[in-house]
């Protein structure tokens, strides 16, 4: 019935047998897209076999406090997290911090984004300009710059 254009992009080798098993059965192309009983593969006798161990990770303490402040598991203190834990909740833990920070740091920049505008509001109606400090800051440093360059001619030369 249904064949996979390349069984190679199946990687593990228990998925493309039942990749193989599920689309190889006698039903129709129609009747599988539009059946909802579509049969399934079999299931396997031994449930360890699909079982893949957990990597755990070692806990620093700052991995531990973003355990303890971002993780799905509820802990009372960071001292009630444990040294090692699974790596896909440390991750969890660590995108969900990640994506606070990212809102905090977005928030902090949109706040200080409006307290400049209303400093310049300010000024600009005590009749401040900024654009003449620049000036003025440049043109004091041209100066320097031309004096200074001035010296070194007279250094070189004498």
């Known amino acids: 019935m249904f064949r996979l254009a390349n069984l190679n992009l199946v990687k593990n080798l228990r998925s493309k047998q039942a990749v193989c098993l599920r689309f190889n059965s006698n039903e129709s ?3 599988a897209v539009q059946n909802a009983e579509a ?3 079999p299931a396997n006798q031994q449930a360890d076999i699909n079982q893949t161990p957990q ?3 070692k806990l620093s303490p700052l991995y531990k406090y973003l355990v303890y402040k971002f993780s799905s598991t509820k ?3 960071v001292k009630d997290v444990p040294d090692i834990l699974p790596s896909a909740q440390v991750h969890f833990a660590k ?3 990640r994506a606070y920070m990212t809102i905090v740091g977005i928030g902090i920049t949109v706040l200080g984004s409006f307290i400049a505008v209303l400093f310049g509001k300010r000024d ?3 009749g401040m300009k900024h654009t003449d400090d620049i000036i003025k800051q440049h043109s004091e440093y041209s100066k320097a710059h031309q004096e200074m ?3 070194k001619d007279s250094q070189v030369h004498a």
């Open 29 to 31: 192309a129609k009747d």
């Open 95 to 97: 995108d969900k911090g």
């Open 124 to 126: 600009h109606s005590r």
């Open 55 to 57: 990597q755990m990770t």
């Open 149 to 151: 360059l001035k010296k």
């Open 39 to 41: 049969p399934k593969a």
């Open 75 to 77: 802990y009372a203190s």
